[in-house]
């Protein structure tokens, strides 16, 4: 089992760039398909980035690739989101997400049993 905190959400100006971490309890960290959703006022969660166990694969949304980046460093126990260009429409709730062993190409929030708290972002225009 593993635990899941989030930070780094907060506001910014829309064009500008933020970083969420997750730090994972757990020393099986780097057997963890590593996640990140998100969820908008009134909106379903939705898949945003996911990467493979040893960071070698990654996967997005079409909505964010080419401005988001996910990356973890396993030693640190630790999965990153690097969000640059934000958008007002980025603005949501960030979720880190963790699923033992599997494939990163999983974007369904049934495909994850564990999740953190949430981290606000929120973009201004």
């Known amino acids: 089992q593993v635990q899941l905190v989030e930070s780094g959400g907060g506001l910014v100006q829309a064009g500008g760039s933020l970083r969420l971490s997750c730090a994972a309890s757990?020393?099986?960290?780097?057997?963890?398909?590593m996640g990140w959703f998100r969820q908008a006022p009134g909106k379903e969660r939705e898949f945003v980035a996911a990467?493979?166990?040893?960071?070698?694969?990654?996967n997005y949304a079409d909505s964010v690739k080419g401005r988001f980046t996910i990356s973890r460093d396993n030693a640190k126990n630790t999965v990153y989101l690097q969000m640059n260009s934000l958008k007002p429409e980025d603005t949501a709730v960030y979720y880190c997400?963790?699923?033992?062993?599997?494939?990163?190409?999983?974007?369904?929030?049934?495909?994850?049993?564990?999740w953190g708290q949430g981290t606000q972002v929120t973009v201004s225009s």
């Open positions: 757990g020393r099986t960290f780097s057997s963890y398909v």
């Open positions: 997400a963790a699923r033992y062993r599997g494939s990163y190409y999983y974007t369904d929030i049934s495909d994850y049993p564990y």
């Open positions: 990467i493979s166990w040893i960071g070698s694969s990654t």
